[in-house]
């Protein structure tokens, strides 16, 4: 979805937001804070970071029945 509506995709964007807990279900890190970590740690340029940060939110949203 994100390559149809964002024109790209980041497939570790999407593998660190979905990883197993071993004491919690995953989407425990479905935050602001996680998608601003994902992106600073990934991003090599400001544009770049944006982009991830909309292609985590849109997973976000998805996982969340919004989109």
Known sequence: MS???LGRSNPL???L???PSPIREHRYRHTPDTI??????IAVSE???QELI????LHLFMDW???
């Open 54 to 57: 909309r292609e985590a939110w």
């Open 36 to 41: 601003n970590k994902i992106a600073d740690i």
């Open 3 to 5: 390559k149809e509506l």
């Open 65 to 67: 029945g919004i989109i």
């Open 17 to 19: 937001l979905d990883l």
């Open 47 to 49: 544009s770049e970071r």
């Open 13 to 15: 964007v999407h593998k």
